[in-house]
């Protein structure tokens, strides 16, 4: 009741070798820059594993860019309250400085003793107004030449710190100082 294909296999593998050989792998001969080689391999390996391991630990690389974070932060922040003080307060004092000078020199009493203006604090003396703004506006001009001579000098120094063989980075943004390794073995 069985088909003839199905004795035909039955008697082929009854009659012929059922199982299977390999002939081994010819065997390496292990060379001294062999092991070299594997021993800088396992070492790069080591490494990058305890890199992965120590990512989130603060390093002196990590808190110096924070301190250098840090101090541009308040390097912008005086700069951008100096520009914003200096003139206001300028402004200020020469309105009321300016007030004094106006009073002084270029109003002249009437008969009756009274204040050209029509007596202090009823009227704003347009005058001291526009000293006050002409003389912040002034200072003003002044803190931006500031700056802009203050921001010349700090970009040249930078430059000129770059232009260091020790500080300039290769294509992938590392320094000659930060990429030397220096591989110990403990034998």
Known sequence: TTSPLLQTLETTLQTQT??????PPPLKTITPAYQKRLQRLRLHDEERNYKSLTTNLKTAASLKDDNVTAKSMMYATSVGLNMVVAPITFGTFMYFFAGSIFSRFFDAPTEDG????????????????IAGVVSGVFMLFVEMILFVIR?????????????????????????????ARTYVRDD
Request: charged share 35%; net charge positive.
């Open 151 to 179: 921001s010349d000098t700090l970009d040249s120094a930078v430059r000129k710190k770059g232009r260091r063989r020790e500080n300039r980075a290769n294509a992938f943004g590392y320094t000659e100082k930060s990429m």
């Open 114 to 129: 009274d204040d050209p203006r029509g007596g202090r604090g009823t009227t704003v003396d347009v005058r001291r107004v």
């Open 18 to 23: 059922t199982c299977l050989s390999f002939s």
